[in-house]
Every structure is written in C-alpha cells, then in structure tokens.
C-alpha cells in the first residue's frame, strides 16, 4: 500500500523517489474517481431496461392494430412483442399498467439514495472514515444490482432497486472526497473532474449494452455486465486505497494500528454531534440551505430529463447516447470554469441556461423543429451536468473536514430527492410535458438563484475545522 500523503505536482528538480511517489499517489486517485464509472451506470440502467420495448402486428392488414399507437388494449395474438423479454414491460405483461407503477423501480432506487445518505453521511467523518465507507457503498450497490437478475416480479425487482440505491447513496459523495482530500490545491479540481469524466464513460455504455439487448438479449444481463466488473472493482480498491490523509489527520488516527480502544470514544461523533457543528455556525448553514436548493433544481433535469427522451420522438438509443455524450464537454467546460471563473457565477449562469432550454422543449412539435427541441435538450443536460460537477467541487472547497462528508452528502441527498420524483414527472409528460420538461425548467432555473449569496471558494486551501472557517469570516485569512 502507497503512502497516504496529498498529492504534489511532479517536479523534474526533486529525486526520483519523490516523484515515483507521488505519480503513485496520483494512480491511487485515479482508481477512487473510477467509483463513479459504476455510480453512472447504475443510475441510468432502468433507463434501457424499464422502457417500453418495440412491439408489432402479427397481422400486417389489420386495420385495428395497425391504428394502434400502444398494444394496450387489442386483442391477444394480434400483436407480439418486437424481440420479446428485452425489458421488464415485456416480461411481466407490463404493457398497460400505470406509469406511476413503472416507475416505481427508478424512484425506489432514488429513494434508497436518499434513505442510504441520512443514515450513512456522517460515517465517513466519524468511525468508517472515506475508505471503507466507499468499499461498503460499493459493495451493497453491485450486490443489490446483482440481485435483481432474480426477480420475478416489479415488487421484488422494486425492493431490490432499493438496496442497490441504498448502497449508491454514498458512493459519489465519498469517492469525490476521499480523491479530492488526497491531492493539493494544484491538482484537486483535476481531480474531480476525472470523476465526473469516469460518470460520463459510464452512462455512455449503457446505450451500446442496451443496443444488443435490444437485438434479443435479455434485460437481466445488462445487470450482470454492470455489478460483476463493480464487484472486481471493489474488492481492487479495499486492498489497493489508503484512508485519506486529511481524515486522519483530523481524527489522530493511524490506519495501520488502529484498535478497538481508539474506537471507542470516536463512536460518538455521530449525527447529531455532525449536524450540531453545522447548526452552530449560521454562515456554514446558510451555505448548506443553500446548496441543498440548487442541487434540488439540478437534480430535476439531471435525473428527470433521460426518463423523458422518448416523449421527444427520436431514437431512445441515439438520444440517450447524446445525451451521454454531453457529459464529456461538460467535464471539460467544468475544468475550465474551475480554473478560470468564480463557481458561484459559473453555476448560476449554467442553471438558467439550463432551465430555458428545459423550458423550450415544453412544446409539441414535429419532423425538422423536434430534432431542434432535442439540441436544446441535450444543451439544458449539458449544462445541468456542468452545474452540478462545479457545484460539488465548490461544496467540497465550502466545508471544513470535520463536516465536508456530512455536508456533501447532504447536498447530494437533494439532488437525489428529486431523482424520486424525477421519473414520476416523467411518467406524467406522457400526457402533457409541461409537467416533465416545464417543471424541471422552472426547478432548476429558481433553485439556483440562492448560491448568488454564498462566498468564493477559488483559490482556497481546504479549511479543517469549522474555527478555521470562523478566522476566514472574521478576518478573511486562513489559519
């Protein structure tokens, strides 16, 4: 195992041990933003696997089903599903059950996020610390996904969805510290944007796994193509990934002889001791207040947006995959905002360009005018993909150590939250997609405005105690 000692450029002057060193420590931040490879793909998979498949008349001259813009309702063995067994609509005769009941897989897997992020948030800054809880996050995730190959029915498959959110909860949250608290102020925006870049690459092999799913194969292997690698990877980053540096500093602790004893009085920093440490300083509130409302509006069109593609009109495959797409110039607009505006600016200016193009594709339209309406909403995801990547990477510089899991995961948790209610809006765009696009639009546009009054992080040093954020407040200079 590598040391545990933050990142340092390389440097051509210092000896070579030192910059072997450090490129090992570089590797080691690698492999935890890889964690959010798998974080992609297991937020987007029911995207493919829960959709309506394509299905066709048996009888090419039947007026009846030839008429029909849905196979609800005609006659059994007057159509058939077009292959059949590629989603869990066509396995469970799903074809006129309720929206809500089909999305209900997608919300229980939000909901699990959410549940999983108010019980396990402070575990990463009190007795688990960035390690293990990620491995944990990791291992429950692609357990749970696993899992689901085994359902009989959306009742089951809804449960297990949970448990794989549950698991899910923490992974970003955690994978995004610990690699982030690993490296120095020079590479800690880099860093972060490699995690998102890890998402993107994630997201963007669902739409190819479910292109040959959609050729005959069943929808319970895109389940195994995605947990069985994030299960191998979880057990590479338990061996190979030390704690973070910082975490241990903060607590006095040393991974390599800490005994049950010194555990004992760390059991009590629990969330109540956490959420105290937030509530006592009204500055450090209104940051997280803050926060958490623009990552409840973002969450609106980053989670709700890809469950409403097919109200568009176009290929689900070709859509979601721009979709997937846009999230590496989103990586890539996010490096350079990072390095170049001030992350309060740049997210409000990304909100409401998002919420406008959101907006925009409220209206029905046809031939050359809908692929038009899917530029503008492939640019109001881009954009909500950009926002949330600036804003978790200010959230991350907002927050002393001692609460910046808490608070992140708290954060996130909103973003999840609107994840839950994300595919039910969709659900209801079906019919009028005011209440899909109109609403995420608006979400993501007002929810944004609060982070105007929050204070610059660029070219901070992360701050460990909330004392040390009290000096900056007080006399604008770090201790």
């Given at each position: 195992?590598?040391?545990?000692?933050?990142?340092?450029?390389l440097?051509?002057?210092?000896?070579?041990?030192t910059?072997?060193?450090?490129?090992?420590?570089?590797?080691?931040?690698?492999?935890?933003?890889?964690?959010w490879f798998?974080?992609?793909?297991?937020?987007?998979?029911?995207?493919?696997?829960?959709?309506?498949?394509?299905w066709?008349?048996l009888?090419?001259?039947?007026?009846?089903?030839?008429?029909?813009?849905?196979?609800?309702?005609?006659?059994?063995?007057?159509?058939?599903?077009?292959?059949?067994?590629?989603?869990?609509?066509?396995?469970?005769?799903?074809e006129?059950?309720?929206?809500?009941?089909l999305?209900?897989?997608?919300?229980?897997?939000?909901?699990?996020?959410?549940?999983?992020?108010?019980?396990?948030?402070?575990?990463?800054?009190?007795?688990l610390?960035?390690?293990?809880?990620l491995?944990?996050?990791?291992?429950?995730?692609?357990?749970?996904?696993?899992?689901?190959?085994?359902?009989?029915n959306?009742?089951?498959?809804?449960?297990?969805?949970f448990?794989?959110?549950?698991?899910?909860?923490?992974?970003?949250?955690?994978?995004?510290?610990?690699?982030?608290?690993?490296?120095?102020?020079?590479?800690?925006d880099?860093?972060?944007?490699?995690?998102?870049?890890?998402?993107?690459l994630?997201?963007l092999?669902?739409?190819?796994?479910?292109?040959?799913?959609?050729?005959?194969?069943?929808?319970?292997?895109?389940?195994?193509?995605?947990?069985?690698?994030s299960?191998?990877?979880t057990?590479?980053?338990?061996?190979f990934?030390?704690?973070?540096?910082?975490?241990?500093?903060?607590?006095q602790?040393?991974?390599?002889?800490?005994?049950?004893?010194?555990?004992?009085p760390?059991a009590?920093?629990d969330f109540?001791?956490?959420?105290?440490?937030?509530?006592?300083?009204?500055?450090?509130?209104w940051?997280?207040i803050?926060?958490?409302?623009?990552?409840?509006?973002?969450g609106?069109?980053y989670?709700?947006l890809?469950?409403?593609?097919?109200?568009?009109?176009?290929?689900l495959?070709?859509?979601?995959?721009?979709?997937?797409?846009s999230?590496?110039?989103?990586?890539?607009?996010?490096?350079?905002?990072?390095a170049t505006?001030?992350?309060?600016?740049?997210?409000?200016?990304l909100?409401?360009l998002?919420?406008?193009?959101?907006?925009?594709?409220?209206?029905?339209?046809?031939?050359?005018?809908?692929?038009f309406?899917?530029?503008?909403e492939?640019?109001?995801y881009?954009?909500a993909c950009t926002?949330?990547?600036?804003?978790?990477?200010?959230?991350?510089?907002?927050?002393?150590?001692t609460?910046r899991?808490?608070?992140?995961?708290?954060?996130?948790?909103?973003?999840?939250?609107a994840?839950?209610?994300?595919?039910?809006?969709?659900?209801?765009?079906?019919?009028s997609?005011?209440?899909?696009f109109?609403v995420?639009?608006?979400?993501i546009?007002f929810?944004?405005?609060?982070?105007a009054?929050?204070?610059?992080?660029?070219?901070?040093?992360?701050?460990?105690?909330?004392?040390?954020?009290?000096?900056?407040?007080?006399?604008g200079?770090?201790?």
């Amino acid at each position: 195992m590598v040391d545990a000692t933050p990142l340092l450029p390389l440097n051509p002057s210092v000896d070579q041990s030192t910059n072997q060193a450090t490129m090992l420590q570089l590797l080691q931040s690698i492999v935890v933003a890889a964690a959010w490879f798998f974080d992609g793909q297991q937020t987007f998979i029911t995207v493919f696997t829960d959709a309506d498949p394509d299905w066709k008349c048996l009888d090419p001259v039947d007026p009846m089903c030839k008429s029909a813009s849905s196979p609800c309702g005609l006659q059994p063995g007057s159509w058939a599903w077009y292959p059949a067994g590629t989603s869990i609509v066509s396995e469970w005769g799903l074809e006129c059950a309720d929206k809500i009941l089909l999305s209900l897989p997608a919300s229980a897997f939000f909901a699990g996020c959410v549940f999983s992020s108010l019980i396990t948030s402070t575990l990463a800054d009190s007795v688990l610390g960035r390690k293990l809880l990620l491995v944990l996050s990791c291992l429950v995730m692609s357990l749970g996904g696993a899992a689901t190959v085994l359902s009989p029915n959306i009742w089951v498959y809804s449960a297990l969805k949970f448990i794989s959110g549950f698991g899910r909860g923490s992974l970003g949250s955690s994978s995004l510290v610990l690699s982030m608290e690993i490296a120095d102020q020079w590479w800690r925006d880099k860093i972060g944007v490699l995690g998102f870049t890890f998402y993107m690459l994630g997201f963007l092999t669902l739409p190819m796994m479910a292109y040959n799913t959609g050729q005959g194969l069943s929808w319970r292997l895109m389940y195994l193509w995605t947990n069985v690698p994030s299960l191998c990877y979880t057990i590479f980053l338990f061996f190979f990934v030390q704690e973070s540096p910082r975490w241990l500093r903060v607590h006095q602790q040393n991974e390599d002889n800490l005994t049950q004893q010194d555990l004992l009085p760390v059991a009590n920093y629990d969330f109540l001791i956490s959420m105290k440490m937030l509530c006592r300083n009204k500055q450090v509130l209104w940051r997280l207040i803050a926060g958490m409302l623009a990552s409840f509006g973002v969450g609106f069109v980053y989670f709700g947006l890809p469950f409403s593609l097919g109200d568009i009109g176009l290929n689900l495959y070709l859509s979601v995959a721009l979709n997937a797409l846009s999230e590496l110039p989103a990586s890539i607009l996010t490096l350079l905002l990072v390095a170049t505006m001030d992350r309060r600016i740049s997210v409000l200016i990304l909100t409401t360009l998002s919420g406008l193009c959101s907006v925009a594709c409220v209206f029905e339209t046809v031939g050359i005018a809908s692929k038009f309406q899917l530029a503008a909403e492939v640019i109001s995801y881009c954009t909500a993909c950009t926002a949330i990547n600036v804003m978790l990477i200010y959230c991350v510089e907002l927050f002393p150590t001692t609460i910046r899991n808490t608070a992140i995961s708290l954060v996130r948790i909103t973003t999840l939250l609107a994840g839950v209610f994300g595919p039910v809006l969709a659900a209801q765009g079906k019919s009028s997609k005011f209440w899909s696009f109109g609403v995420f639009g608006l979400a993501i546009g007002f929810c944004g405005l609060p982070l105007a009054f929050l204070p610059e992080t660029k070219g901070r040093d992360l701050a460990d105690h909330i004392q040390d954020e009290e000096q900056v407040q007080r006399t604008g200079i770090a201790c």
